[in-house]
């Protein structure tokens, strides 16, 4: 009996030691990373470039799952239900963090409480392009154009609700004119009736309106951005030109469910960062005009609380409504 009593009190001593040993592993097993738009968007570039890295690194793949759909909501609120034990991710963006909340009467999930922030992988500058014909050259030729003619030109949206959508309010906003929003189903169908004229403008990412640029039948206006961005060196920003509060890009970054346990964020985080500073990444990322930031859990968050009060301040006084 002694003997047995002995046992079992090495037994629960010894415990303890193995399962914090356990958790120290992580990850052990592949992780999911949940895309909210479809294949071949403007997040799977710096998803699979930080995933190699990340793979090599860790001997664990992140694998990207692809989950179109409802403006990026439903692969959010997967990820907000998921397990919060770092095996469930989203590579998130504006649409379905700081915008949601403020277009969406009822949400399926807070993006902005079920979701925590563990690496700001890069912003992409938006910039308003024009069909090389359009007859503004500058931002104060299109405002006096604008004010002119209220409501007469046309600036294609890629997709409503986006950023390109609320950076052309803001920009109506802080401009104080009227353009005419003219929806479309992605950048990409847009640019070809933006080279043809038939909508003369956008705003959108470079790495979009890059083919036509490059043929010069677009031309970049302004850069939505604090400073000029690598890929048009030339092209004054907002800022510069006198309009203060433009910038306005895509984020995107990697975020867990509520409730993951801090030391994983870390390592996450730590892992993420890592990637993002291997030179190869950051050629990849460059020649599609991301800006990499890499900022870490405290940092992102704050951005994230200063995006969603502004585009919700947009929204409102704009008086934009989606059911």
Same mark, same amino acid.
């Given at each position: 009996?002694?003997?047995?009593?002995?046992? @079992?009190?090495?037994?629960?001593?010894? @415990?303890?030691?193995?399962?914090? @040993? *356990?958790?120290?592993?992580?990850?052990? &097993?592949?992780? &999911?990373?949940?895309?909210?738009?479809?294949?071949?968007?403007?997040?799977?570039?710096? =998803? &699979?470039?930080?995933?190699?890295?990340?793979?090599?690194?860790?001997?664990?793949? /992140?694998? /990207?799952?692809?989950?179109?759909?409802?403006?990026?909501?439903?692969?959010?609120?997967?990820?907000?239900?998921?397990?919060?034990?770092?095996?469930?991710?989203?590579? *998130?963006?504006?649409?379905?963090?700081?915008?949601?909340?403020?277009?969406?009467?009822?949400?399926?999930?807070?993006?902005? +409480?079920?979701?925590?922030?563990?690496? $700001?992988?890069?912003?992409?500058?938006?910039?308003?392009?024009?069909?090389? *014909?359009?007859?503004?050259?500058?931002?104060?030729?299109?405002?006096?154009?604008?004010?002119?003619?209220?409501?007469?030109?046309?600036?294609?949206?890629?997709?409503?609700?986006?950023?390109? $959508?609320?950076?052309?309010?803001?920009?109506?906003?802080?401009?104080?004119?009227?353009?005419?929003?003219?929806?479309?189903?992605?950048? =990409? *169908?847009?640019?070809?009736?933006?080279?043809?004229?038939?909508?003369?403008?956008?705003?959108?990412?470079?790495?979009?309106?890059?083919?036509?640029?490059?043929? @010069?039948?677009?031309?970049?206006?302004?850069?939505?951005?604090?400073?000029?961005?690598?890929?048009?060196?030339?092209?004054?920003?907002?800022?510069?030109?006198?309009?203060?509060?433009?910038?306005?890009?895509?984020?995107?970054?990697?975020?867990?469910? +509520? =409730?993951?346990?801090?030391?994983?964020?870390?390592?996450?985080?730590?892992?993420?960062? +890592?990637?993002?500073?291997?030179?190869?990444?950051?050629?990849?990322?460059?020649?599609?005009?991301?800006?990499?930031?890499?900022?870490?859990?405290?940092?992102?968050?704050?951005?994230?609380?200063?995006?969603?009060?502004?585009?919700?301040?947009?929204?409102?006084?704009?008086?934009? +409504?989606?059911?």
């Amino acid at each position: 009996m002694r003997i047995e009593v002995i046992l @079992a009190a090495l037994a629960l001593a010894a @415990a303890p030691t193995f399962a914090t @040993a *356990a958790e120290t592993v992580f990850p052990d &097993r592949p992780i &999911r990373m949940l895309v909210p738009y479809p294949a071949g968007g403007s997040l799977d570039l710096p =998803g &699979r470039a930080v995933g190699i890295k990340f793979s090599e690194a860790t001997g664990q793949q /992140l694998v /990207l799952d692809n989950r179109g759909g409802a403006g990026g909501l439903i692969a959010g609120e997967i990820v907000a239900r998921a397990t919060p034990d770092g095996y469930t991710l989203i590579l *998130a963006s504006n649409g379905q963090v700081s915008i949601a909340p403020a277009l969406y009467p009822k949400l399926p999930y807070d993006p902005t +409480k079920e979701l925590v922030p563990i690496t $700001h992988f890069v912003d992409t500058p938006m910039v308003l392009f024009a069909n090389a *014909a359009f007859p503004a050259q500058s931002v104060k030729d299109l405002i006096t154009m604008a004010k002119a003619d209220p409501g007469k030109y046309g600036v294609a949206l890629a997709g409503v609700g986006g950023v390109s $959508h609320l950076t052309l309010e803001l920009f109506k906003i802080r401009a104080n004119i009227n353009l005419l929003p003219v929806p479309y189903r992605g950048a =990409g *169908a847009a640019m070809g009736d933006i080279a043809g004229g038939t909508v003369p403008m956008i705003f959108t990412g470079v790495a979009a309106a890059k083919p036509l640029l490059d043929t @010069a039948r677009v031309r970049a206006i302004a850069v939505c951005s604090r400073k000029r961005t690598g890929s048009l060196p030339n092209v004054p920003t907002f800022e510069e030109l006198g309009y203060s509060g433009m910038d306005a890009p895509l984020w995107i970054g990697m975020m867990a469910p +509520k =409730g993951t346990p801090e030391r994983i964020i870390a390592k996450l985080d730590a892992e993420f960062r +890592k990637a993002l500073a291997s030179p190869d990444v950051r050629e990849r990322l460059a020649a599609q005009s991301a800006d990499i930031v890499a900022d870490g859990p405290r940092e992102f968050g704050e951005m994230i609380r200063r995006d969603t009060a502004r585009w919700r301040e947009v929204v409102k006084t704009a008086n934009i +409504k989606i059911d």
